[in-house]
């Protein structure tokens, strides 16, 4: 159903390798501006950052990031969430952002995680995908989709992202 797309090796420049959710979104764990011209030459078109400063002392700081991703002619959407600010609002933003890229993106956070179910509940909300297809899409990527489910059966509303 979800066939396995591939995952794009980033070596030395992240450190990590991005998960490829969709043909459009890739997700990976922090990055900091070192990291643009890696992105770039990957073909990355693209950031968002859903990760808050300060979450964690010494992580890159978004201005900074920001401003390299933008100098170097990438899209760039700081979008931080955690707790309650992960709600379908932001699942909305998200899913616009994704949808108005000319490319692949690449979001991340932390670990990705929250990137993930940020995508997972605009396109459940917008009725892209069921939770059950969720869940073997996330099985299939090495994906958690334990977050997007305790999501949704918190948050009962037939609200669908734009």
């Given at each position: 159903?979800?066939?396995?797309?591939?995952?794009?090796?980033?070596?030395?420049?992240?450190?990590?390798?991005?998960i490829q959710i969709?043909?459009?979104?890739?997700?990976?764990?922090?990055?900091?501006?070192?990291?643009?011209?890696?992105?770039?030459?990957r073909g990355f078109?693209?950031?968002?950052?859903?990760?808050?400063?300060?979450?964690?002392?010494?992580?890159?700081?978004?201005?900074?990031?920001?401003?390299?991703?933008?100098?170097?002619?990438?899209?760039?959407?700081?979008?931080?969430?955690?707790?309650?600010?992960?709600?379908?609002?932001?699942?909305?933003?998200?899913?616009?952002?994704?949808?108005?890229?000319?490319?692949?993106?690449?979001?991340?956070?932390?670990?990705?995680?929250?990137?993930?179910?940020?995508?997972?509940?605009?396109?459940?909300?917008?009725?892209?995908?069921?939770?059950?297809?969720?869940?073997?899409?996330?099985?299939?990527?090495?994906?958690?989709?334990?977050?997007?489910?305790?999501?949704?059966?918190?948050?009962?509303?037939?609200?669908?992202?734009?």
């Amino acid at each position: 159903m979800w066939p396995l797309l591939f995952s794009i090796p980033l070596g030395k420049d992240i450190g990590m390798t991005p998960i490829q959710i969709t043909d459009k979104l890739f997700i990976t764990g922090q990055i900091s501006s070192a990291d643009i011209a890696g992105i770039i030459a990957r073909g990355f078109v693209a950031i968002v950052n859903n990760r808050p400063d300060d979450e964690e002392p010494g992580q890159p700081q978004q201005a900074a990031t920001r401003a390299a991703a933008q100098a170097a002619g990438l899209g760039y959407l700081y979008l931080p969430v955690a707790g309650a600010t992960l709600n379908a609002e932001a699942a909305g933003t998200f899913r616009a952002a994704l949808r108005a890229a000319s490319g692949p993106v690449l979001a991340h956070c932390r670990s990705g995680a929250r990137s993930f179910t940020l995508w997972a509940i605009g396109e459940i909300l917008a009725g892209e995908i069921t939770p059950e297809q969720l869940v073997a899409l996330a099985n299939e990527r090495g994906c958690d989709a334990s977050d997007v489910l305790i999501w949704l059966a918190a948050h009962h509303t037939p609200f669908r992202c734009p």
